[in-house]
């Protein structure tokens, strides 16, 4: 049974789920992990205080570099190295593979952009409800974590993405 996991015959849907694994891996423990490991010259104190401050990292102007830097390494590891790995060590297939001898077609292009702007649309309405949305008295405490956790991502995004100059 574990051999076929890793059998280069599986079907394609086992295939989608080994990437989408290693990616989260990559995404959420890998390279946040050393995106910190980088981040460290650029920080001033200890790696305890350093806990401390990203509890509340918009009162620490200081941390916007280390979390660019964490935030990049975590979108490089998890989105783009650890599927490429994936695809290089389990699918045995080259990574230049996915560029070389296919054309890029026109109608892809405009049908994604299609795609994508009409899912704009219906999207904003689950926005919309999603910021509106009451919770029966039973899940309450669900309801406040929850609308805590989204101000402080809002108030997070805020902070990592206003900038004083160009």
């Given at each position: 049974m574990g051999s076929e996991l890793f059998d280069h015959q599986r079907p394609a849907w086992i295939s989608v789920i080994l990437i989408f694994l290693s990616a989260m891996l990559g995404f959420v423990v890998?390279?946040?992990?050393?995106?910190?490991?980088?981040?460290?010259?650029?920080i001033e104190g200890?790696?305890?205080?350093?806990?401390?401050?990203l509890k509340s990292p918009t009162d620490y102007p200081e941390l916007r570099i280390p979390l660019f830097i964490m935030q990049g390494c975590a979108t490089l590891v998890g989105l783009i190295l650890f599927p490429a790995l994936y695809i290089f060590a389990f699918e045995k297939k080259s990574i230049l593979m996915l560029v070389q001898g296919k054309p890029l077609y026109s109608?892809?292009?405009?049908l994604t952009v299609f795609v994508v702007i009409v899912f704009t649309i219906p999207n904003s309405f689950?926005?919309?409800?999603?910021?509106?949305?009451?919770?029966?008295?039973?899940?309450?405490?669900f309801e406040m974590w929850a609308k805590q956790n989204e101000d402080r991502a809002a108030e997070l995004?805020?902070?990592?993405?206003?900038?004083d100059s160009f």
């Open positions: 890998i390279g946040p992990i050393f995106g910190f490991l980088l981040s460290i010259p650029f200890d790696l305890m205080s350093l806990q401390s401050m109608l892809s292009i405009l689950f926005i919309e409800w999603n910021a509106n949305l009451s919770m029966p008295d039973f899940l309450k405490g995004t805020t902070f990592l993405t206003t900038f």
